[in-house]
């Protein structure tokens, strides 16, 4: 198994280890309104279903300033499919010469880019950096 993912009744979601990003708390697919728990010093790994060739993609469309944007990576499901599944994959990094601890408001959209203002899903997540 790649990941784990436990949510908690509070929607307080608590990613396990994931052997593919060591160091690490990884999240997929959270529901809109979550919180997503990080010790500082580990990696946010945020995954996000998309299906590939509808041209609808996950973007960043907010963050707050000291978080940060993150680096993208796309991981394809199905390689050389049409149609097929794609994680969109956010990562953010903690490690950072000034304290992160506390919440920070991330906002992501599945859209279009020739239609950025008619998002066909949005994702309004809370990152708690903890110590």
């Not at 300033?65 to 394809?76: A, F, H, I, T």
Request: overall charge positive; glycine content about 8%; aromatic content about 10%.
């Amino acid at each position: 198994m790649r990941f784990c993912v436990a949510l908690l009744a509070s929607v307080e979601i608590v990613a396990l280890s994931s052997p593919a990003f060591a160091g690490s708390e990884t999240f997929v697919d959270p529901r809109s309104g979550s919180t997503l728990k990080v010790k500082q010093g580990d990696d946010l790994v945020l995954k996000l279903h998309a299906t590939a060739g509808t041209g609808y993609q996950w973007k960043v469309v907010s963050t707050d300033r000291s978080l940060g944007y993150p680096k993208l990576k796309v991981e394809d499901l199905s390689p050389g499919r049409v149609g097929g599944g794609l994680y969109y994959v956010f990562i953010w990094k903690t490690r950072v010469p000034y304290p992160l601890l506390g919440s920070h408001a991330v906002k992501l959209a599945y859209l279009r880019s020739w239609e950025p203002d008619r998002p066909a899903k949005t994702l309004n997540l809370k990152i708690r950096v903890v110590q």
